[in-house]
């Protein structure tokens, strides 16, 4: 099978200090059709970063000079390059925190190269999908209650206020919107927002709809709109909320 030429090639920016994973990346990477450019610790990562466009970014927790958390949250103030984490910190708390950071995925070490290679992979197609979509956006107005959303605009407001959605949390919450009453199973939610070849961890959705609650919801702990069907998935009830 022939390589692709450099200008067709995914460029993956690497932000990694273990020297194992590195070198193991590097060429692994590399062997997969990937362009890789290494950084080794946070602010190497940003300068590489700024000058530059990156198709995706592996991402480090654990990094001298700056934080792999401060890396993320500074490349989303300048762009929605898809961010995969990797690291050794498995903790829930750690893969809320940088799921609602805006990171796409979270990987942990030790993995298999071919695993993350399928997502690399998998995050890059939608990536494209995503961006097609957006291009091909309708002019539509979705409203349910005090939420009205503009699909074209991809604005959403509640009781009249703006709310700031991810490009992840505005395609949920759409769909919910689009299906009020009806259940959707955490395999369909799944499917229509992060793409049927999505392979990383299912508490990715459930992140996403504490998100939404804490943003649509009066009471987050005692959701009325989007609401669990405990065992299938989520439900979007169509009742107007209370004044």
């Known amino acids: 099978m022939s390589k692709k030429s450099d ?16 070198d193991a990346l590097t060429v692994g990477l590399a062997r997969e059709g990937f362009d890789v450019t ?15 466009r990156f198709d995706i970014v592996l991402l480090d927790l654990m990094l ?35 799921l609602e950071l805006g990171a796409d995925d979270y990987v942990t070490k030790p993995y298999r ?12 197609r939608r990536r ?13 107005l979705i409203e349910q209650g005090q939420i009205r959303m503009d699909v074209e605009a991809r604005r959403c407001f509640v009781s009249g206020e703006e709310i700031k959605l991810r490009k992840k949390e505005f395609a949920l919450l759409r769909l919910l919107l689009e ?21 990383g ?14 943003l649509v919801e009066d009471d987050p702990k005692n959701p009325e709109h989007i ?7 989520y439900r979007f009830e169509s009742a107007t909320r209370a004044p």
Request: charged content about 35%.
């Open 7 to 22: 200008e067709a090639r995914t460029r993956v920016l690497v932000v990694e200090d273990e020297e194992s994973f590195v």
């Open 38 to 52: 290494i950084a080794r610790d946070g602010a190497e990562a940003l300068a590489e970063f700024a000058p530059k």
């Open 64 to 98: 001298p000079k700056v934080s792999g958390l401060d890396v993320c949250r500074a490349i989303r103030t300048l762009s929605d390059v898809p961010i995969i984490i990797v690291s050794a910190k498995g903790e829930e708390v750690d893969m809320v925190l940088m």
């Open 113 to 124: 190269l071919r695993e993350l290679v399928a997502r690399i992979r998998a995050v890059v």
């Open 128 to 140: 494209e999908a995503h961006d097609d979509d957006v291009a091909d956006a309708d002019d539509e």
């Open 179 to 199: 299906n009020p009453g009806r259940v959707l199973t955490r395999e369909i939610l799944i499917d229509r927002v992060w793409g049927n070849d999505y392979v």
């Open 201 to 214: 961890d299912t508490k990715t959705l459930d992140v996403h709809i504490k998100r939404l609650r804490s």
């Open 227 to 233: 609401t669990t069907v405990r065992g299938v998935g």
